[in-house]
């Protein structure tokens, strides 16, 4: 299969360091495919760690003129890339269905939320202010100033091909960072579009560099032991992370961490039915179950629980699964036939432990990659449906009876990135959300992200946030200077 774009240009498969679209140095590539048909897109430049210490030292030496600009004519070059990313949604959205499944229209979206993220940061870059402190002494005065924490290396996953590079990007460049990025190995055309634009809105040579590869642990490897690295960001796993912040020790990096979830959605006897089961099902089968933010646990008060399951399984049963390009699917494919795989172990694995499959519950019939939005009740907290990170369309829903049990269960799981409650009571909304051990809580709502309000984990969800004023913080170094002697 080809990817048919208005722009074919935007169509890249090199890697792009220094401002220059290269080879690996070994000549090899990886292949990127479309799940939904299993199809090759494209052979991509396949780099090592020799070429990602060169990127960084590119990294360095473009840093030092664009640190010293003033961050209006940072912003300026942002502004203009978001309106290159505004101009080409449609072909940025075409390439992000072709490597990631995801149907046009979700893919359409994420391109606008991608953007915002580079407005936000090019506006918010113009406001990076310090302090001055009072000191004791009569003769001191003490400032802080806020500084680019240097070159930053960023990982990312293929869940978001778009919006999770942006994220670190806007920021990194807004406030005179430099930025090496390795990309997944299943989505690096989104990535490559990305840079590309960027290179057209004028971003000097060596800021912004690519490096896809399919060994990302030699990648790793050197972004994590170059002393030149300054900062880590990454989005993926919780194991991942935990490796990513060892190997960064030996060199004390800062470390920013957006890693897994394990979002509880709970449902109160109280709760308005519909708004309940309306965003349940967004938080549950957006992406086809694999943002870190989705619904992983229905739970669902006793009172409440029968009519809910009623409600919800006669939605789900209306999805319509297939290629994402299909102007009638609902819900794409999941990223490979590994992960439907995995989905589907443990939907086997809550049946054999006596859940109750209320629809769904098989692989699709549409290929390797694709599987039923399902529906599990019956299900306990032994259940891997419970303890781990599901990643794909399965709705376990469980029962309880108070709310001392909700917050016990929701709270159960090592993981803490976002949580979500549905209730009319407004004493039970503010005291269950400052119950919930989780970053982020959506009271009667799960559309809660955007690029205004900071996003991120507590717990084994991560660390640092990422979005609104909060997400500079992340790129800038405190530093105190100490003027003296003023009484001379
Ligand atoms: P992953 O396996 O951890 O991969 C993420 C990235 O890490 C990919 O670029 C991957 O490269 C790279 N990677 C893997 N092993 C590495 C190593 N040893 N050294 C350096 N890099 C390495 O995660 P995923 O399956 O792609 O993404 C899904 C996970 O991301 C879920 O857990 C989800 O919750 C989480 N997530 C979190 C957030 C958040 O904001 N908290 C947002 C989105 C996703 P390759 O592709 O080449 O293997």
Redesign the pocket.
């Known amino acids: 299969m080809t990817i048919q774009l208005q722009d074919p240009s935007l169509l890249k498969t090199q890697a792009f360091i220094d401002g220059l679209w290269m080879d690996s140095d070994s000549g090899e590539t990886f292949a990127v495919t479309d799940p939904a048909t299993g199809q090759p897109l494209a052979d991509v430049a396949s780099v090592g760690a020799t070429e990602t210490r060169r990127a960084i030292a590119a990294a360095e030496r473009a840093m030092t003129e664009w640190t010293a600009l003033p961050a209006k004519s940072r912003s300026e070059i942002l502004e203009k890339w978001h309106r290159l990313i505004i101009e080409n949604t449609e072909d940025l959205a075409v390439i992000m269905t072709a490597e990631q499944g995801k149907t046009l229209a979700e893919s359409r979206g994420e391109v606008a939320y991608g953007a915002s993220f580079i407005k936000w940061f090019a506006e918010e870059g113009k406001r990076v202010y310090g302090d001055i402190i009072p000191t004791p002494q009569t003769d001191r005065r003490g400032v802080v100033v806020k500084q680019p924490v240097g070159v930053v290396a960023a990982?990312?996953?293929?869940?978001?091909p778009n919006a999770?590079i942006t994220r670190k990007a806007g920021p990194a460049l807004a406030v005179g960072c430099a930025i090496v990025l390795?990309?997944?190995?299943?989505t690096p055309l989104s990535a490559l579009a990305l840079v590309e634009l960027a290179n057209r809105a004028g971003l000097p040579a060596g800021l912004f560099n690519v490096v896809p590869?399919?060994d990302?642990?030699s990648?790793?490897?050197e972004m994590t032991s170059n002393p030149t690295v300054k900062k880590v960001t990454?989005?993926?796993?919780?194991?991942?992370?935990k490796?990513?912040m060892q190997q960064c020790a030996n060199t004390v990096k800062r470390t920013s961490m957006?890693?897994?979830?394990n979002a509880p959605v709970v449902i109160f006897d109280d709760a308005d039915l519909d708004l309940a089961v309306a965003g349940a099902l967004t938080a549950k089968y957006r992406n086809s179950g694999q943002?870190?933010i989705c619904a992983n646990r229905l739970l669902v008060q006793e009172g409440i629980y029968d009519a809910f399951v009623e409600k919800f399984a006669a939605a789900v049963s209306e999805f319509r699964i297939g290629n994402g390009f299909d102007a009638s699917t609902t819900h794409g494919p999941v990223i490979s036939e590994k992960a439907a795989k995995e989905i589907d172990a443990k939907v086997q694995n809550a049946v054999a432990e006596g859940a109750t499959v209320v629809i769904g519950g098989q692989p699709g019939e549409q290929g390797g990659c694709f599987y039923q939005p399902t529906v599990l009740t019956n299900v306990n907290d032994s259940m891997r449906v419970f303890r781990e990170?599901i990643?794909g369309p399965v709705a376990p829903v469980f029962k309880f009876k108070t709310e001392e049990d909700a917050v016990r269960m929701a709270n159960d799981t090592e993981f803490g990135?976002a949580a979500y409650l549905y209730t009319e009571s407004m004493g039970r909304s503010w005291r269950v959300s400052e119950a919930l051990e989780y970053g982020m809580v959506g009271v009667n709502e799960t559309a809660i992200s955007s690029e205004v309000i900071p996003?991120?984990?507590v717990k084994e969800?991560?660390q640092g946030r990422?979005g609104s004023k909060y997400g500079l913080d992340d790129y800038l170094e405190t530093k105190y200077i100490c003027f003296g002697a003023l009484q001379r």
């Open positions: 990982i990312t996953p293929w869940n978001f999770m390795k990309p997944a190995a299943e590869g399919s990302a642990p990648i790793g490897g990454f989005t993926g796993s919780t194991p991942v992370g490796l990513l957006e890693l897994g979830g943002t870190c990170e990643f990135l996003f991120g984990g969800s991560g990422e």
